[in-house]
């Protein structure tokens, strides 16, 4: 009994004098990225002199050269481009009016075309608006009601759901499922309620894409504020929209994931992944949306190497292409992880926004998860509490379906649904001490990991 008794207190002791080194340890992260970080002037350098980055675009190519160079000052030991082909979409010219009954005019109102869809080849194209406000009501309607006609989706963000991306997830179905369901019952076009929890009128685009069973039709979106005003009318009867617009695919092009890594001392074979995706859509900046998350993953490389942590796994920063519209990058990782038969013990993703971070996602095996639950309270100081949620990202949803078990950062997601797809996800929407806390927190789970083993 007493051996027994001395053996659980010596483990006691030795898990106490653990906890006690890893907090030292996260501090001297925190300090100093919290310091010396770079990531914020690595952002500012990514959306103001490069700017918003479709994949396929000159943009998204200079934006690989950026993430290589990057990474390189990081301090990365090898840093290599990964060919992927991606879809290149271009907006080109677009135009949204709407006539109210008993006007003689039609009068331009804000509005984006969603990601990936068809435009009217430059030619006008008007149509009776008919208005539901979600699938049940379109459901109902008789196809005399829509065949010909521009439908309007009025379906609101819902400002009940306090997480937002649940909200996201609630409603963001309809940017890509209405243009489908609508074209397959003969519509002539689509009109949707931006997926936004702003109240202002600025217009989300998004991705979207048509079922190989129907013909292709223009789809947009505008802000809340139009899209409240174009209810109204739409309630009195009469609304007519003109469509213009030159949207179009243009094919497949060659670009790259952008990769660097710190190779492990113990066992470089087994990696710790952290990433972002560097692609974004093509208005803004792609503040939020993904450089935060980019500029992040680098900055653990770079954090780790400015302190001499040496890893004892390989730790390993993604940056993506077209996370957007098409995620033809995380296919391309995982496709080469599973041919390289690569160990990936972990894959993190930051692609949440730059706000304060609140929690971690943790979409694994339950003994995966207890091993990183049991490190929560090193996180507390910093603001970061939430690990009840199962969350990693969509570039890594590929790794997990091969079985690696996947993370996601967690800031606030309060304003996220507000700046998301829209021209105000600039960098002056970024809170450096927000950014660099967000760098903090992926930094001490990579070291954590990297030091115990998951």
Same mark, same amino acid.
């Given at each position: 009994?007493?051996?027994?008794?001395?053996?659980?207190? #010596?483990?006691?002791?030795?898990?106490?004098?653990?906890?006690?080194?890893?907090?030292?340890?996260?501090?001297?992260?925190?300090?100093?990225?919290?310091?010396?970080?770079?990531?914020?002037?690595?952002?500012?350098?990514?959306?103001?002199?490069?700017?918003?980055?479709?994949?396929?675009?000159?943009? =998204?190519?200079?934006? *690989?050269?950026?993430?290589?160079?990057?990474?390189?000052?990081a301090g990365a030991d090898k840093v290599w481009l990964q060919p992927v082909d991606v879809p290149h979409w271009v907006r080109g010219q677009e135009k949204l009016s709407l006539r109210f009954k008993g006007d003689k005019d039609f009068k331009e109102v804000p509005m984006l075309s969603i990601g990936n869809t068809v435009g009217t080849e430059g030619k006008p194209m008007q149509a009776a608006?008919?208005?539901?406000?979600?699938?049940?009501?379109?459901?109902?309607?008789?196809i005399a009601d829509i065949k010909g006609n521009i439908i309007f989706f009025n379906y609101r963000f819902r400002q009940d759901i306090i997480n937002t991306f649940e909200g996201y997830g609630d409603a963001g179905k309809y940017r890509w499922l209405a243009p489908n369901v609508a074209a397959a019952k003969g519509a002539a076009g689509v009109i949707i309620r931006s997926v936004s929890t702003?109240?202002?009128?600025?217009?989300?685009?998004?991705?979207? +894409?048509?079922?190989?069973?129907?013909?292709?039709?223009?789809?947009?979106?505008?802000?809340?504020?139009?899209?409240?005003?174009?209810?109204?009318?739409?309630?009195?009867?009469?609304?007519?929209?003109?469509?213009?617009?030159?949207?179009?695919? #243009?094919?497949?092009?060659?670009?790259?994931?952008?990769?660097?890594?710190?190779?492990?001392?113990? !066992?470089?074979?087994?990696?710790?992944?952290?990433?972002?995706?560097?692609? /974004?859509?093509? *208005?803004?900046?792609?503040?939020?949306?993904?450089?935060?998350?980019?500029?992040?993953?680098?900055?653990?490389?770079?954090?780790?190497? =400015?302190?001499?942590?040496?890893?004892?796994?390989?730790?390993?920063? *993604?940056?993506?292409?077209?996370?957007?519209?098409?995620?033809?990058?995380?296919?391309?990782?995982?496709? /080469?992880?599973?041919?390289?038969?690569?160990? !990936?013990?972990?894959?993190?993703? /930051?692609?949440?926004?730059?706000?304060?971070?609140?929690?971690?996602?943790?979409?694994?095996?339950?003994?995966?998860?207890?091993?990183?639950?049991?490190?929560?309270?090193?996180?507390?100081?910093?603001?970061?509490?939430?690990?009840?949620?199962?969350?990693?990202?969509?570039?890594?949803?590929?790794?997990?379906?091969?079985?690696?078990?996947?993370?996601? #950062?967690?800031?606030?997601?309060?304003?996220?649904?507000?700046?998301?797809?829209?021209?105000?996800?600039?960098?002056?929407? *970024?809170?450096? +001490?927000?950014?660099?806390?967000?760098?903090?927190?992926?930094?001490?789970?990579?070291?954590?990991?990297?030091?115990?083993?998951?």
């Open positions: 009994m007493k051996v027994k008794l001395l053996t659980a207190a #010596l483990c006691c002791a030795f898990l106490h004098t653990q906890a006690q080194s890893d907090s030292v340890m996260f501090k001297r992260i925190a300090d100093e990225i919290m310091l010396n970080g770079t990531c914020y002037e690595n952002l500012r350098v990514l959306c103001k002199t490069i700017g918003h980055r479709l994949s396929g675009t000159p943009q =998204a190519a200079e934006a *690989v050269k950026w993430g290589q160079k990057a990474l390189e000052q608006v008919v208005m539901v406000n979600d699938i049940a009501e379109f459901n109902k309607l008789d702003g109240e202002d009128d600025h217009p989300h685009t998004g991705s979207m +894409r048509y079922a190989d069973t129907v013909k292709p039709i223009p789809a947009v979106a505008v802000g809340n504020m139009t899209a409240n005003l174009l209810e109204k009318e739409c309630r009195k009867g009469g609304v007519t929209a003109e469509i213009n617009s030159t949207c179009k695919m #243009l094919g497949m092009v060659r670009s790259y994931n952008v990769i660097g890594e710190i190779t492990g001392t113990e !066992h470089p074979e087994k990696i710790v992944v952290v990433s972002g995706h560097l692609d /974004s859509w093509d *208005v803004g900046e792609g503040a939020h949306d993904d450089g935060a998350g980019c500029v992040q993953s680098i900055e653990v490389v770079r954090t780790l190497k =400015a302190l001499g942590i040496r890893p004892k796994y390989t730790i390993r920063t *993604v940056l993506f292409m077209n996370e957007e519209n098409g995620v033809k990058g995380g296919h391309a990782y995982a496709d /080469s992880a599973k041919a390289r038969k690569e160990n !990936h013990i972990l894959a993190i993703e /930051s692609d949440a926004g730059g706000f304060s971070p609140r929690g971690i996602g943790l979409d694994m095996k339950p003994e995966k998860k207890e091993k990183i639950l049991a490190y929560r309270k090193l996180f507390y100081p910093y603001g970061v509490y939430d690990f009840d949620h199962e969350e990693g990202g969509v570039d890594i949803s590929l790794l997990q379906r091969q079985g690696v078990p996947v993370a996601g #950062l967690l800031p606030d997601p309060q304003r996220y649904f507000d700046l998301h797809h829209t021209r105000n996800d600039v960098f002056e929407q *970024v809170n450096h +001490r927000e950014l660099k806390l967000g760098a903090v927190t992926l930094a001490g789970l990579v070291y954590l990991v990297s030091t115990h083993g998951l």
